[in-house]
């Protein structure tokens, strides 16, 4: 065959390697489409008996409602399986001086009046002048009676109240707040397998895959299993984890590490049982800093999440595991610990020949604002938008790929750096290591410079479609007392427009408070009697 006949090969059959969240996300979406399209495409996924999957990810964005919903999945069901909870925001503790009291809120909500106006400028005029600091100086304390998160929404209340963001006549996957989830990896790659194989027609094989054989113009024309099985495919989706099979096995795409940005390279995983049935359930991440790192608790129906994130270059394994232990309390004696070693980075190309690589054989960055799972769904937008229909559009469609989640990764390292490289601690080598100049990323030492003076906003970035947009940025940066210059005055029609605002949150915040039910008791509702069928 001809290289322009392989050019104009259809493409019929999707083989996706690797199981996990990644694998069975990806084999859900495309074999949806291929439903709902009628393209006809076979979807066949194959994954290792032996490999146990990583089960990265039990923190989503609300991203994950839009993936659920569009797979087919109720949202009752859901929850039931996956002992999921409800997230409204994550919390950080610690990280900007590690004082008592250390704490701010990065709600999923975006600011009162996004897109019609910026009330970060009024924030900090209020600030200024309830300390006594002056209009004009910077407002390097912040300290309002409300913090930014409180004055410019409801959500954080909420969370400290222990409430859900919903209720249970709501319908699926609406709620009277934003919100996505915490759920059990492991039961959640079960759902979808199941999924995917009883509803979407998905061929489900297991096997090692031992080799990939190519054609002359370097495609994978099949991949060979340990037993001798071959599984041809016209494209491939490298869901096979930090093994990257294809991507880095047959293709040898190089990996770009950022650990000279992001120090973090070691966690410990600990799964916490709750003492009481009634014990409440944070409806939010709580992301607690530590001497060399952090701790994430994240909370589920029937148990907590708890794990630190640490760089080996500042800290031991024993007294990682020590930190750990001291912060679940006497609990944790009988509790064993999960370790996992990661490099900090990325592949060059993630879309290369007719091989996609999605999940963590892409990249893995450290969980602090639950990106792992979101760039999967991110990632699989664009490949189901955009699936070739034939092999002669393939070498475009990757070309727009890679640059536009090269991109992305960028942005992400650049956003999470930003929690560490504006703290004030330098009480250990580790913060004063991240708070380093030359460790930050050239982009966001001259996006600090600018919002020094200006509100982060839409324009400050290249892409239409970010990952984290400017309301992100504004939480952490006013959450963690960023010193800024710039405000709005009050006396103005504008200033009027900030103080209805404002005031609409107050009540908001003050009738939620008070009808929204406890986390516990609506997800008890839920798996009891479930939620309205849209």
Request: glycine share 8%; hydrophobic share 40%; proline share 4%.
């Amino acid at each position: 065959m001809s290289h322009a006949d392989v050019n104009e090969e259809a493409i019929r059959t999707v083989i996706v390697v690797g199981g996990g969240s990644a694998g069975w996300l990806t084999a859900c979406r495309l074999a949806a489409r291929s439903v709902s399209s009628g393209s006809k495409v076979k979807v066949l996924l194959v994954e290792s008996a032996t490999v146990p999957s990583v089960g990265v990810g039990e923190g989503t964005w609300p991203t994950m409602r839009n993936t659920l919903r569009k797979i087919g999945i109720d949202e009752t069901d859901f929850i039931r399986s996956c002992d999921a909870a409800l997230k409204q925001g994550a919390q950080f503790v610690g990280w900007t001086d590690g004082s008592a009291g250390d704490a701010y809120y990065h709600p999923l909500n975006p600011p009162a009046g996004a897109g019609d106006i910026d009330l970060s400028p009024y924030w900090l005029h209020a600030s200024a002048t309830e300390t006594g600091m002056g209009t004009d100086a910077p407002a390097q304390v912040g300290a309002s009676r409300a913090s930014f998160a409180d004055w410019v929404d409801y959500q954080s209340a909420l969370c400290d109240a222990g409430l859900a963001p919903k209720t249970i006549t709501a319908p699926e996957y609406g709620g009277q707040a934003n919100y996505a989830y915490h759920l059990d990896a492991g039961k959640f790659a079960t759902l979808l397998c199941n999924h995917a194989t009883t509803s979407l027609g998905v061929e489900h094989v297991v096997g090692d895959v031992v080799r990939a054989n190519l054609k002359g113009n370097g495609d994978i024309r099949n991949v060979e299993l340990a037993d001798g099985r071959i599984l041809a495919g016209d494209l491939f989706v490298d869901c096979s984890g930090f093994a990257a099979l294809l991507i880095g096995g047959v293709y040898d795409v190089p990996f770009r590490s950022c650990r000279d940005i992001l120090f973090a390279d070691r966690a410990l995983a600990m799964q916490v049982p709750y003492q009481g049935e009634d014990d409440p359930i944070a409806c939010h991440t709580i992301s607690t800093a530590q001497d060399a790192g952090w701790i994430w608790n994240i909370g589920l129906w029937t148990r907590r999440g708890v794990g630190h994130v640490y760089s080996s270059a500042h800290t031991s394994d024993d007294e990682a595991e020590a930190a750990l232990r001291r912060y679940v309390g006497p609990a944790s004696d009988a509790l064993p610990v999960r370790r996992i070693s990661f490099e900090a980075g990325h592949r060059e190309r993630f879309w290369q020949n007719n091989c996609v690589a999605i999940g963590l054989s892409a990249g893995f960055l450290e969980p602090l604002e639950a990106s792992a799972l979101m760039l999967i769904e991110t990632s699989l937008d664009s490949l189901v938008d955009r699936l070739p229909q034939t092999r002669s559009t393939m070498d475009a469609i990757a070309r727009q790929f890679n640059a536009t989640f090269s991109h992305h990764w960028q942005r992400i390292i650049e956003f999470l750096k930003l929690h560490y490289a504006i703290t004030h601690r330098r009480d250990t080598a580790f913060w004063r290591d991240n708070a380093a100049p030359t460790s930050m990323p050239e982009g966001l030492r001259e996006r600090l410079a600018l919002w020094k003076h200006h509100a982060p906003a839409a324009q400050d970035f290249a892409h239409a479609r970010e990952v984290f947009s400017w309301p992100s940025y504004q939480y952490v940066l006013h959450g963690m007392r960023f010193a800024s210059s710039y405000r709005g005055e009050p006396a103005t029609a504008d200033g009027k427009l900030v103080d209805s605002l404002v005031a609409r949150n107050a009540r908001v915040r003050a009738e939620l408070v008070r009808k929204m039910p406890r986390h516990r008791d609506l997800l008890r509702a839920v798996r009891e009697h479930g939620l309205q069928r849209v």
